[in-house]
Structures are given as structure tokens and as C-alpha cells.
């Protein structure tokens, strides 16, 4: 079956370091992608991994094991602006019709206080 | 460059009644999407189409729902007839080809009492 899991809530302090994890079981792997979601909000795309490592962009980065099927996506310096919620897509190829797929976890709630 | 365009972005209708949605994608993108997400959970993937063509739809409720998207351009997802389980909010999304980023529009939030 297709599973992805993530933290429901998460709160820090404005300045500091969130890590958000996040394990996936699916049929296929295809590549990895964290979205931002603010509150009424469309998803924003964040950043996607498709091999082992750590990307970075910016205050963003984003980690990838495939073989432990586990990914974080790291914020660094926090901002007010970035209490939102962070979506965690995983692109299975073997989705009906062979196409690729985003199945996406539920999100992280993340809250970031003075 | 032009978001994703939906319309309209609230909508509020009594259950057994039909609604429909309208998406206008990025242009030049390939491939067109709609989700449902429900309050408290991830986007779930209801139909993709490929230009014109109905490339995913294993999770529409084809029973009430449809989509289309005529001359590989604009799309609408209808529901017909609502049920209160459809209350959510309905993303359009698009992207250049199917092995791109999909970049998503405001949504339309729909509630059936």
C-alpha cells in the first residue's frame, strides 16, 4: 500500500532550527518534494530530491535516504512567515496508466512563535 | 508569468446539488490536475489529463463526478449530485510535462450542507 507519514504539529521559536521528518512505503519511488502551504493557501513547491543527500536552497534544505525510505526537510533561521503547513509528495511511477503520481502525506503543522 | 487561474474560490451548496469548477492552467503546460484536499489532510490526486486526455482517473467517483478539459486548454470537475463528504477544497494544478514540478492555483473551497 501506498504511506506516507509526518508530524501532525510542530511548534519553535523564531531565529532557531526545525527538522521535519517524514517516512513513506510506496509501490514506486520516483523522486521526493516538499511543498509550503500557508492557511487557505495553494501549495508551493519547496524542493525535490531524487537521489541520496542533502539539497540545500537558501534558509531550505531538504534530505533524501532512499533505502530507509525517510526524508527532512530543514529550516534554518525561522521567520514568523513560515508558520504554515509542509507538504511531503512522494512521485510513484507505477501510478494507473504508468504515469507518475504525487501522493502526499497529510502535512506538518508548523507554528513559529516569537 | 500567470499563475493557475480557479474560479470560483468559495462555494456553498445544499447536498443533491451539482456545482462545477473551472481551472485555467499555465500556458503552454501539458498537463492539468485536480486534487481534493480535505481539512487536515494532503492533497489526494482525482483525475490528470495528458493535453486532452484522461491519462489518471483511478480515484474520481465517476458515479457523481467529471471532469474535462477541452482543446488541452481549460478544465472543469463537476459534481453532480453533492454529497456532504465532498465539503474540501478543490486544487488545480499544471505542469509542463508530466516529469515536471506542479504548480498549483488558489483552489476553490466547496461546502455541501
Known amino acids: 500500500g501506498q504511506n506516507i507519514d509526518q508530524p501532525t504539529e510542530m511548534t519553535a521559536t523564531e531565529g532557531a532550527i526545525v527538522q521535519i521528518n517524514c517516512t513513506y512505503q510506496t509501490s514506486g519511488f520516483n523522486g521526493l518534494f516538499w511543498y509550503q502551504q500557508h492557511a487557505g493557501e495553494a501549495p508551493t513547491f519547496l524542493s525535490y530530491?531524487?537521489?541520496?543527500g542533502l539539497e540545500e536552497k537558501g534558509r531550505f534544505s531538504s534530505f533524501l535516504s532512499r533505502s530507509k525510505g525517510y526524508s527532512y526537510l530543514l529550516l534554518k533561521e525561522l521567520q514568523m512567515k513560515d508558520s504554515a503547513s509542509y507538504l511531503c509528495?512522494?512521485?510513484?511511477?507505477?501510478?494507473?496508466?504508468?504515469?507518475?503520481?504525487?501522493?502526499f502525506g497529510a502535512g506538518t503543522r508548523l507554528a513559529v512563535h516569537p | 508569468e500567470a499563475g493557475v487561474a480557479q474560479s470560483p474560490r468559495y462555494k456553498i451548496i445544499e447536498k443533491r446539488q451539482s456545482v462545477a469548477f473551472w481551472c485555467n492552467p499555465i500556458s503552454g503546460h501539458a498537463t492539468l490536475y485536480w486534487y481534493q484536499q480535505i481539512l487536515g489532510q494532503g492533497p489526494k490526486l482525482l483525475i490528470q489529463?495528458?493535453?486532452?486526455?484522461?491519462?489518471?482517473d483511478s480515484q474520481l467517483p465517476k458515479d457523481r463526478f467529471s471532469a474535462e478539459r477541452l482543446k488541452g486548454v481549460d478544465s472543469t470537475l463537476k459534481i453532480q449530485p453533492a454529497k456532504l463528504e465532498d465539503s474540501a477544497v478543490y486544487l488545480c494544478?499544471?505542469?509542463?510535462?508530466?516529469?515536471?514540478?506542479?504548480?498549483f492555483g488558489p483552489g476553490t473551497r466547496l461546502t455541501v450542507t
Open positions: 509528495a512522494v512521485r510513484d511511477p507505477l501510478g494507473s496508466g504508468g504515469y507518475n503520481k504525487l501522493i
Open positions: 494544478a499544471s505542469s509542463l510535462d508530466r516529469e515536471y514540478e506542479q504548480y
Open positions: 530530491n531524487v537521489l541520496d
Open positions: 489529463f495528458q493535453n486532452n486526455g484522461v491519462v489518471d
